[in-house]
T-cell receptor, first 112, second 113 residues
């Protein structure tokens, strides 16, 4: 089945540690995205990539980093510079033609 | 700038109709979307409407678009307990990257038996 797989689903981190969230898609989509979701707020765009080896900052990129070495993969690193990293992180992909985003099941990061 | 607004909460009884409203600011949006998010999960596309349409119906779902007022609504007929979720309205930005959607805050729909 085609889809987007995020891992891990739950992650706990101590302050000062970097963590990397995985996102893999087998939909053959060119574009991939990382969103952050906080309670009572909409989705805020962290980074996006429209093609391999290229990515752009979204609205809240500070304290995060990404890479896009393969079309299928778009990992997100939450660095120690991110002041409030506890959140639900959603990865998505799209074909760019209809704009429809396909989402993974999300990763919940908790900083202890 | 671009902005999408939704009310945060709606409660209905099972079997009633639900209407979730959304206002947006970018009149050049090409598509407008409704996504559903169940607890602890990602978002699923429910339906979308092209900006040159006024209405779209898909089984129990009816989307109405008022371009003059920049108002979008989602009506769910015969609401069931399984419809309890967060519903997000989203628009395509005028920048042209159709995948970089602008989302509303989400409306939590509570369906009481």
């Amino acid at each position: 089945d085609g889809g987007i797989t995020q891992s891990p689903k739950y992650l706990f981190r101590k302050e000062g540690q970097n963590v990397t969230l995985s996102c893999e898609q087998n939909l053959n989509h060119d574009a991939m995205y990382w969103y952050r979701q906080d309670p009572g707020q909409g989705l805020r765009l962290i980074y996006y990539s429209q093609i391999v080896n290229d990515f752009q900052k979204g609205d809240i990129a500070e304290g995060y980093s990404v890479s896009r070495e393969k079309k299928e993969s778009f990992p997100l690193t939450v660095t120690s510079a991110q002041k409030n990293p506890t959140a639900f992180y959603l990865c998505a992909s799209s074909t760019q033609y209809t704009g429809e985003l396909f989402f993974g099941e999300g990763s919940r990061l908790t900083v202890l | 700038g671009e902005d999408v607004e939704q009310s945060l909460f709606l409660s209905v009884r099972e079997g009633d109709s639900s209407v979730i409203n959304c206002t947006y600011t970018d009149s050049s949006s090409t598509y407008l979307y409704w996504y559903k998010q169940e607890p602890g999960a990602g978002l699923q596309l429910l339906t979308y409407i092209f900006s040159n349409m006024d209405m779209k119906q898909d089984q129990r779902l009816t989307v109405l678009l008022n371009k003059k007022d920049k108002h979008l609504s989602l009506r769910i007929a015969d609401t069931q307990t399984g419809d309890s979720a967060i519903y997000f309205c989203a628009e395509t930005p005028s920048s042209g990257n159709t995948g970089k959607l602008i989302f509303g805050q989400g409306t939590t729909l509570q369906v009481k038996p």
